[in-house]
């Protein structure tokens, strides 16, 4: 088994795509809570991708808020959304990201939306 495998931290398995878990664009794998953040670009960058991946599953596409970020962001943007200050260093996880963002623009946009709709008739 190679290294690459496991976790720098904990030393434990990490599975590709494991939920908590990350691959860095060398190949090395980890878990995002065993490392001390801050976080690096690259991995926040690759929690940017699996905000947009969850962004694009159909129920929280079709919820509000999250279809503009699926449509109107990349990786890197996300990520941009996501720690936009210091403040943010303590976000070190997708889960964390998610909710960071589920308050903050996309409860704008899905209001922006439901406006949108409302004015419509
Ligand atoms: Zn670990």
């Known amino acids: ?28 794998r980890g878990h995002w809570a065993c490392n001390k953040g801050p976080l690096t670009r690259e991995q926040r960058v690759a929690i940017g991708q699996q905000l947009l991946d969850y962004a694009g599953l159909d ?3 079709q919820a509000g808020g999250w279809d503009v970020l699926y449509e109107c962001n990349t990786a890197e943007s996300v990520a941009r959304l996501v720690w936009s200050d210091a403040e943010d260093d303590h976000i070190l996880t997708f889960e964390q990201a998610r909710d960071e963002l589920a308050e903050g623009v996309i409860a704008v946009w899905a209001d922006r939306e439901a406006d949108a709709r409302n004015s419509a008739f």
């Open 1 to 28: 088994m190679s290294s690459m495998d496991e976790c720098p931290e904990c030393g434990q398995r990490v599975a590709d795509y494991e939920l908590g878990g990350y691959e860095s664009e060398s190949g090395q």
């Open 59 to 61: 129920e929280n596409y």
